[in-house]
């Protein structure tokens, strides 16, 4: 699967192919502008930034900035980079990840945007634990957090370090050296506010610079769908017919890219791989910790609906340009060797459709904007498993809710060196591996973990303490055990012959395991804290529902 490496930031198993290129210097110049702006609106954020709310949720932002920065935080590189290229090689079927992505909005929406903003102040573990013992289920929400983060980190980095060798000609360890410098300097000075800056400031140039390539491709085809969908065909088929095909074949191989069944052959690994897409978006630690950010639930409402209306729009784009690139680019030896694969690695569909619309000034655009993509994703990610150890394991599980403020905005400052430090050894350490799986998991975890305790301990009166940590626990569980059995891992890392699990995602299996480990752990659960967990729901539903209180300080 070519895009899951490149849900984080980029495909890994292109290291192989990755060859030091010309130094970009239009790229560099502009990779440079926008570090010198941020680095400046970083400076403005740490003169603000002085109490431990400052640092998590900036201070407050409005709706439509938070939708916008939670749209830079979700399109990655994946997004720009790997749905195209997945496009341009299988046509329809690569919108799997595009809907998987943009459809887990309106859950968020539905189900538990409101819910979050008026019960929690900083972490997503505010809300799991609102009415139950803190310790159990904090420490379950800190391990899960830093569990779906470093998987996200380490393809960030690998991915940073691949593309800035790809596209700018520096060095694999000066790049990894670079994203983890800036990503430390944005958390540790500027915090929330300067992270949702940083996400913004993207966002606005990934959505132009889409925008503009869309335009591009359209008036080459006399902005014509039909146009554009019947050349892709007549290309593709041409395509087959030069590498030996009969023409009728040929023909049904060209028409193929407009059908499902290109890309994932296998219906229950499509299900279970929209399943992951769909609800691990609805419990990713870092996207939840954005709800925080605003002042009230009608604004985190407002947020989810700008980010949703973003979101759709780019990944309209996308499909175009996938298209787009297919009739572009396709047959320019400039862009494709002589066996038909893309120059640069298998995700380059979109840079060299950019450098063909628009020269070497467009292309260094492009590239300045999927590298910015990977640091704001980055910093979002090294916050909220800041937080987790700052918030949910020293303020509140080890001082137990009395945490000194400066004390706990130290201990955040100290965790986000030692991420970055980490992140930069774990980049290092993966550069020749292929981390693909990595994303996947990630997903799988966040949806087969965080989401069923959010949902449960939200929704259902009777989930308990022991049902939320436990249950929680073995959804994580059976996400890693599975991916671990797969073929994504069982085959393609440990060489064995045969996978003990045959489908590529653990999500159809592991989301019900947690949902239903919450409800027969917490149905049996007869101990004195239970009964407190269960009397607790109606005074936790009236906040959640109407928000009164949601200014107070929770007392657990």
């Known amino acids: 699967m070519t895009l899951l490496g490149w849900t984080s930031g980029a495909n890994a198993a292109i290291a192989g192919a990755v060859q030091r290129q010309p130094t970009n210097w239009t790229a560099i110049l502009m990779f440079g502008a926008f570090v010198g702006i941020t680095l400046w609106i970083t400076g403005a954020a740490a003169r603000r930034t002085r109490t431990v709310s400052d640092f998590y949720t900036g201070g407050g932002i409005t709706g ?69 013992l803190q310790g159990p289920v904090r420490s379950f929400s800190a391990i899960s957090t830093l569990l779906v983060v470093s998987f996200y980190l380490i393809a960030q980095m690998v991915g940073a370090g691949q593309l800035v060798q790809l596209l700018f000609g520096l060095p694999y360890l000066y790049a990894i050296v670079v994203v983890g410098g800036l990503m430390m300097v944005y958390v540790l000075f500027g915090g929330m506010r300067a992270t949702s800056w940083v996400q913004i ?45 009969a023409p009728g074949d040929a023909a049904a191989k060209g028409r193929a890219i407009m059908g499902p069944g290109g890309f994932i052959k296998d219906p229950i690994s499509a299900l279970s791989f929209g399943f992951a897409l769909m609800l691990g978006t609805a419990g990713l630690p870092h996207i939840l910790m954005r709800f925080f950010t605003v ?68 292309l260094g655009f492009i590239s300045a904007v999927a590298f910015a993509t990977i640091l704001a994703v980055v910093a979002g990610l090294t916050l909220s498993a800041a937080s987790a150890i700052s918030h949910d394991v020293y303020a509140s599980v080890i001082r137990k809710g009395d945490a000194d403020p400066g004390k706990e905005l130290r201990v955040s400052r100290i965790t986000t060196i030692l991420l970055g430090i980490a992140a930069i050894i774990l980049g290092i350490v993966f550069e020749k591996q292929n981390v693909a799986f990595m994303v996947s998991l990630a997903f799988a975890l966040a949806a087969s973990g965080n989401f069923p305790v959010l949902v449960m301990s939200l929704l259902w009166k009777g989930c308990t303490t022991k ?7 073995i959804g994580l569980l059976a996400a890693f055990g599975l991916t671990l059995v797969s073929p994504v891992i ?51 539903r009236l906040r959640s529902e109407t928000g009164i209180g949601v200014h107070e300080s929770v007392s657990h």
């Open 490 to 540: 069982w085959v393609a890392v440990f060489g064995f012959e045969r996978a003990i699990f045959p489908y590529s995602s653990p999500a159809l299996f592991s989301v019900p395991a947690g949902f239903l480990a919450i409800w027969l752990i917490s149905t049996l659960d007869r101990s004195p804290r239970a009964a407190i967990d269960r009397a607790g729901y109606p005074n936790q």
């Open 467 to 473: 049902g939320a940590a436990w249950g929680g626990a």
């Open 64 to 132: 439509f900035q938070n939708g916008l920065a939670m749209a830079g935080d979700y399109c990655s590189a994946a997004s720009f980079l790997g749905i195209t290229s997945q496009i341009f090689n299988d046509g329809y079927d690569g919108l799997i990840y595009a809907i998987g992505f943009l459809v887990g909005w309106p859950i968020v929406l539905f189900l538990i945007a409101e819910k979050l903003r008026n019960l929690g102040r900083f972490t997503f573990a505010d809300v799991a634990s609102y009415r139950f």
């Open 295 to 362: 002042p009230d639930a009608r604004e985190a409402r407002k947020s989810i609906m700008w980010a949703t209306v973003w979101i759709g729009y780019f990944y309209a784009l996308t499909f175009v340009l996938g298209f787009g690139a297919i009739v572009m680019i396709s047959f320019n030896p400039d862009y494709v060797d002589a066996a038909g694969a893309l120059r640069g690695g298998n995700n380059m569909a979109v840079m060299h459709l950019a450098h063909a619309i628009g020269g070497n000034l467009f």
């Open 201 to 245: 400031i993207k966002a606005v140039m990934l959505l132009c610079g889409a925008t503009f390539l869309v335009l591009g491709v359209m008036a080459h085809v006399g902005f014509s769908f039909e146009a554009l969908f019947a050349r892709a065909v007549a290309v593709k088929t041409k395509l087959a017919l030069d590498s030996g095909l």
